[in-house]
Each structure stands twice: as C-alpha cells, then as structure tokens.
C-alpha cells in the first residue's frame, strides 16, 4: 500500500471514529426525545408542531444525517473489501455513491420536517 492510500485510509478510519462519535450523542438525544414525548402522550401532529420549524432541530437533524453519511459509507467499504471480489475502485465508487444517496435523501427529510412547522 502506498503512501497516500495508507494516509487515506488513516483519514477514513479517524472520520468513522469522529462520526461515531457524534452518532452516539445524536442517537441519544433522538431516542430520548421520542420516549420523552410518547410518555408524554404527545400526537405525531403535536410533535411536528414542536419539532417542525424550528432551527435548532434541523441543526441537530442536518448533523445527525451528515454523521450517517460519512460512517456509514465507510464500514460498507470495508465490509465489501473482506466479503467481495469487486475491484477497489469499484467499492470506493459505490461507498461514494451510497454517501451522497443518505446524504441528499436525509437532508430532503430534514427540510421536509421543517416545512412541516409552524414557523
């Protein structure tokens, strides 16, 4: 392996850490939050009225889907590289691929549920 590959994959294993990183605290605060307002006895139409609109959750939501995006990615390409024949060039493709798809899939959801408000 080359220089450059090796520094690559050096960058791309600190990027799933990081991304692991914020994924915990971003699943936490989402499973919370939804425990919290279904014990409340909150509506799905009460719940958007909260959530919906405001600034802080797409914030919270355009990272938590950006942190999905870089990770996962990643650990599909290594799985691909220890279970398939398909040329590396190929996997880096695909990894790619699959980013961008949760990416612009997760922010057209973001977007949507902040539509959705009242603001």
């Known amino acids: 392996m080359s220089a450059s590959a090796l520094r690559i994959e050096t960058y791309l294993w600190l990027a799933q850490r990081v991304s692991a990183l914020i994924l915990v605290i971003c699943i936490t605060v989402h499973i919370a939050t939804m425990i919290i307002a279904v014990?409340?006895?909150l509506s799905s139409e009460e719940i958007i009225a909260r959530i919906g609109g405001?600034?802080?959750w797409l914030s919270f939501y355009l990272?938590?889907?950006s942190s999905v995006a870089v990770h996962?990615?990643?650990g599909l390409k290594s799985i691909m590289?220890?279970?398939s024949q398909i040329p590396t060039n190929r996997i880096d493709l695909l990894s790619i691929l699959f980013s961008l798809i949760i990416g612009v899939l997760g922010i057209r959801a973001a977007f949507g549920l902040y539509g959705l408000g009242g603001a």
Request: proline residues 7%; aromatic residues 6%; charged residues 20%.
């Open 39 to 41: 014990q409340g006895g």
């Open 54 to 56: 405001s600034k802080i």
């Open 63 to 65: 990272v938590f889907v």
């Open 72 to 74: 996962a990615p990643i």
């Open 81 to 83: 590289r220890e279970m």
